[in-house]
Each structure stands twice: as C-alpha cells, then as structure tokens.
C-alpha cells in the first residue's frame, strides 16, 4: 500500500484559503491513504473537511518558520542569495524555503506510517490541477496503491537530460527541469535515505554557493555532483498526465505459482520455435508455431544464419493431446498463397493468430514479403489443418496512412438461430471483426472488395495503460465476458514487456475490466500469442526472447484484478 505526503504552508499573505480547498479536495478524493502537513492558517477550514475523508490523516501543525531548511537558511553568516532568473511574485523566498520542506514532512509521516505502508509518494497539493483525464489517472493511481511494488525503488518524473558537472549555473541561476518537482514515489528505506541526503548536503550547498534554489534544482545538483550516493530511477514525464506514468517494472513482477511444459519441438536447419498460437476447433486444441532464422543477443542484437539481413518466417501446426495439453504431432506450414512477394526485410507471414468464423479456420498475420507497399501490413486467409496449409491470402489496408500494422485480434460476432413464425430456422452468419487499437478501442470489419478495414465500433478507454496496449491473443468465452491477453512495452535495452487479462463485454465488446500488469518468467522480451482457459487454471503460450518457447499454466486466483 501507498501513503501519500503533501503540505499545505502558507507561504505568503495573499494565499487564499478557499483557492486551497478544492485543489485539496481532488486528492483526496483519490481515496489512497494520505499524511498532510498544515501551517496553523489553514488548520481550523481543512480539519471540518477531512471528516469527510477517511483517507486523509492531519500530521503535525507547522510554520514555515519551524522547518529545519528555514533555521539553515537563517543561520548562514551570509544571507543565501535567490536564482537571477526567477519570476519575482511566484518563486520568493519563502516559496522556495517551502519546495524543499517536504523533505521533512517525508521524514515525519514514514517514521509515523500511520497506515503501515510499503511505499510513499510526495504529491504537491496542487498536482492534480496538472491533470487532464483525470478519471484515467485516478483508475491508474488506485491500481497502484493495491499493486505489489517493487523494492529496492525511487523514482522520479523529469523533463531534461542530467545535468553536466561544467553546467552547474543552470541549477544556480534558472529553473532547471531535470526533474518535474510534484511527485515521486518510492519504497520506505529508499525514501529515508534520499530525506537523510538532503539534510546531510543541503547545508553544505548553501555555504557553498551561497545559494537558494528550487528543491527540483537542488535535485539535479545531488544526482550529478553526488550520484556515487544518490542514482534516482529518472523516467520521462511533464507536468501532464505524464508525471505519474513511471516505469511499469515497479509494479510487475512475475507469475507465482505457475507450472511449465515445454515441447519437444523437431529442428528446422538454421531455425528457432518461437510464438505459438493457439485455437481450439471441432473438439480439438491447435497450435501453429512460428519458426524464425535468427537470434536475439541480451542486447537486443540479432544474428541471422542465413548471413542474409533477412527475417525468415516459417510455421508449424500441431494438435495437443486432451489430457496433458502436449502436441501429439508436428507438420510445418506450406504456404499456398497466390501473391507476388517483394523484397523487404522478412519474408513470409509472421505472429499468426488463428480463429474461427462460420466453422471456417482462419488466420490473421503480418506480413513484408506479401505486402505490396514493403512495409508491415495485415494479411487474412484460411488455414487448412487437415492439409497443413495455408491456401490463401489478403493483404489489408488500415484504416489510416500508416508505416507498420501489426496486432489486429480477430473478435467474432456470434448470431444466434432463430425460428420464425413458420417455424423454419433463420441461420445468421457470424460477423468477423478485428480489434484495431486500444485508445481509444476501435474495431473494424474488412471490406472484401476494397482489401481494407472499416471502423465500425469506437469505446473510450479512460485508462492510461490503454494508449500503450496492444494485441496480443485472440479472446475466449469465460461466465462473465470474452477473455484475452493484451500487453505493452518500454524499451530498456533490451526491451521489457508487461502482460494484463482484459475482460470484454459479450455483445458490444467494450472493456469491462483488466488485471495487474504481470511478466512470465522476467522482465525482458517475452511474447504471448496463445492463450486459453482450461476448467480452474489459465494456460500461456510464450516466447523467450524470440525463442524458447514454453507453456504455463497458473491458477485462476493468483492473478488479481484491478
């Protein structure tokens, strides 16, 4: 659990107590465990609100002037001068006395911990003014507060590169924006330790410089001129939405209590089992398997065996025994398809998923080789377990002018038969539809006769997990909706990805709601195309880094839900 730090100190005589409540007010209402430090002013006005609040606990009652960065300040033999470039009626004295007093106030409420948390977050009073899908960061901060978070952690929002040694005016003199100032979030001893570093060097600064600058700045100084004891994990933000939206490695962590199958794949010459997608049709469970001619180094690297800098795709279909979910044989993959192949990249189809509409088996892949335009397109065709093939193709154009089209998951309309009044039965024909993107959800149907795919259903997804969504498996019928698998990345070098559960409603599809983000074994390149809910226990087909593949299988309960 998170508690959150804030202050409300009146810095000047012109504040306004009722301009100070509704920005209070917003952050409460986030109903994540609050400590919030007053001046006597504002006491009597925001101790009548609390009562509404049960997540807000008033700490100490404080001045300004009884903070230990004012008695450092006073007691300097020199009077520590303010930035040249500042702006003269906001950044005074006393405001920037009061930016470097929640130090104090982080020191206070985690040696108080009055909600027995793990993690602390500072949040300026103020910070969800900064906000503009508030309802999205909301849903996102509460996930958080009931995620598992990671420790050792501190991490900070900044705009900047780090500051350089010999540039040391740009923190003394101007605002400087490596880091954004109103928000940082971290683990119990990491928090101490930076509290205990700015009371240990803030002193010194002072004598040194003879200097009094925002906390932000004093920040950049401590990471440059004293990293050996203070290396913040620093993550690209503003003062945006985009301050809270921190690495997801610090709340990811891999699936507990999993079991692992791993098949015994034939050999390819020069080639290496990959993703596996799965379907179950006709009383039957199919897999098809991606092969690919290189190998990824841990830095991301790729080595290709042919000497050719040419990804090479090929696949192979195999059914999984009832039971024990193990293939029972293996066939590879001819490709029938009747298109003329251009250079590029890659060559054939890649990241197939199957599905089926109208008791046909079909596929929905990736392709270079087939695409007329060279670049990255969506390719649909049927696939024919009983010959091993696949026997044909359509290249399809998005809905936008875009560069690389991937992850389109097929999502069938079901119609159900009807009898009519003359007691004879309308059979409906089920509706073939692809999931496009995430944010907002958009879902296409294909235009046949024009190759293209048409958005015909548009959702607003509030979540800001959502604009980084993408595929990844095809959805399955669960009591209570479709169920599938979607993920998203960060790149880290190499790059991690971060897995969630997405129900959907039945008949509009729309989200209802996701899981916690989850990694399988580790934090690194970790693909899922397969996937399937077999009686109490999910089942997972992945792909480590772009090889190894293996199935896991957990129960139902260790994933939770937000």
């Known amino acids: 659990m998170i508690t959150i730090i804030t202050s409300l100190i009146k810095k000047s005589q012109t504040e306004n107590i009722m301009e100070m409540v509704p920005h209070f007010v917003s952050l409460a209402m986030l109903g994540i465990p609050i400590c919030i430090y007053l001046s006597p002013e504002y006491d009597k006005e925001l101790s009548m609100i609390m009562d509404f609040f049960p997540n807000v606990k008033k700490m100490n009652i404080v001045s300004l002037s009884e903070t230990y960065v004012y008695e450092e300040y006073n007691n300097a033999s020199t009077p520590p001068e303010l930035p040249n470039q500042r702006n003269m009626q906001k950044d005074t004295l006393e405001s920037l006395l009061y930016s470097h007093t929640k130090h104090e106030f982080m020191e206070n409420a985690i040696s108080a911990n009055p909600w027995n948390s793990t993690h602390f977050a500072w949040m300026d009073i103020q910070i969800m003014d900064l906000i503009k899908n508030k309802s999205g960061i909301h849903q996102y901060l509460q996930g958080l507060n009931k995620s598992i978070l990671s420790t050792p952690y501190l991490t900070f929002p900044g705009c900047w590169s780090k500051l350089e040694k010999d540039k040391i005016n740009d923190v003394l003199n101007s605002v400087h924006w490596r880091f954004c100032g109103g928000f940082c979030i971290g683990d119990k001893d990491s928090m ?38 203070w290396k913040p994990i620093w993550y690209r933000g503003d003062h945006n939405d985009s301050i809270f939206m921190m690495s997801s490695d610090f709340y990811t962590a891999p699936l507990s209590k999993k079991t692992t199958l791993i098949y015994d ?90 599905y089926e509409v109208n008791n046909q088996v079909k596929y929905v892949a990736t392709t270079i080789g087939y695409s007329p335009t060279g670049y ?66 958009e879902i296409g149907k294909i235009d046949y006769e024009k190759k293209e795919l048409v958005i015909v259903k548009r959702y607003p997804t509030s979540s800001p997990l959502f604009s980084k ?89 260790t994933i939770k839900w937000i």
């Open 192 to 229: 101490i330790k930076f509290c205990n570093l700015h009371r240990e060097q803030f002193p010194p600064f002072l004598k040194e410089h003879n200097k009094l600058i925002w906390d932000f700045n004093f920040w950049a100084w401590l990471e440059t001129f004293h990293e050996d004891n």
């Open 265 to 354: 794949y034939p050999q390819i010459h020069n080639y290496y089992p990959t993703s596996a997608a799965y379907l179950y049709t006709g009383g039957k469970h199919i897999l098809n398997t991606r092969y690919v001619n290189y190998w990824i180094y841990p830095n991301g690297c790729y080595l290709f065996n042919s000497g050719k800098q040419l990804i090479e795709n090929k696949n192979m279909l195999s059914e999984l025994n009832q039971a024990t979910f193990l293939p029972e044989y293996y066939k590879e993959i001819r490709e029938q398809i009747d298109l003329p192949i251009t250079d590029g990249i890659s060559k054939g189809i890649e990241d197939i998923r199957l």
């Open 376 to 441: 990255p397109r969506i390719i649909v065709g049927n696939y024919d377990i009983e010959n091993a093939c696949i026997i044909d193709g359509t290249v399809i154009n998005p809905p936008y002018d875009t560069w690389s089209e991937k992850n389109w998951i097929p999502i069938i309309k079901k119609e159900n038969n009807t009898t009519n009044t003359n007691n004879t039965t309308n059979t409906n024909i089920d509706e073939e539809l692809f999931i496009y993107k995430w944010s907002p959800m």
């Open 469 to 557: 969504m993408r595929g990844s498996t095809i959805f399955q019928e669960v009591e209570d909706g479709l169920l599938g698998v979607v993920h998203f990345s960060e790149e880290h070098g190499p790059r991690h990805y971060y897995h969630m559960l997405l129900l959907l409603d039945k008949e509009t599809f729309a989200p209802i709601r996701y899981t916690e983000t989850f990694c399988f074994e580790k934090l690194g390149v970790e693909f899922c195309i397969g996937f399937a809910v077999n009686k109490d226990n999910y089942m997972f087909w992945i792909s480590r880094h772009d090889r190894d593949p293996v199935t896991i299988q957990i129960e139902k309960s």
